[in-house]
Every structure is written in C-alpha cells, then in structure tokens.
C-alpha cells in the first residue's frame, strides 16, 4: 500500500504485479512517483463520482499525459 509522505495515511493498494514492475521501472533509471506530490488525497474520496472526476479533468485542453509531463517538467 503507497502511503502519503505528509501524513502516513493510506492512499492506494498496490498489487505485487505492479510493485515488482514499479522496482524494474526504477532500476532502468525512470522516473516515478507514488502520487503522493499530485496531491491525490484532496481528490480521492469514496464520496467522489465518475461524474466528478470527468468534470475536474474537462478542464485540460491537451492531453491528460502533457499535462503529466509539464508537471513533472517542473
């Protein structure tokens, strides 16, 4: 399970599959990241609809992996 670095608290369940590729990602030199700087906690809520995630994300005019890239450009 990632934990947030701020708070500790639970943010998302990882299967084994995708903790083993996330150790060979890392062992070739990329870059990755848990979520915890794109600050998901804010966001993800069990109250949280498809509705609302489709509306929040309404408001990127290119594509949502740009939008990723520019981030991590910073």
């Known amino acids: 399970m990632l934990e ?19 150790k060979e990602l890392s062992k ?11 600050i998901l906690k804010d966001y993800a809520s069990p109250k949280t609809t498809l509705a609302d ?7 990127i005019k290119t594509s949502l992996s740009e939008e990723i890239i ?3 450009n910073r």
């Open 53 to 59: 995630v489709r509306k929040r994300l309404s408001s």
């Open 4 to 22: 947030s670095k701020k708070s500790g608290t639970a943010l998302i369940q990882t299967s084994s599959k995708k903790s083993e590729a996330l």
């Open 70 to 72: 520019k981030e991590r």
């Open 28 to 38: 070739v030199g990329l870059k990755l990241s848990d979520g915890s700087n794109y």
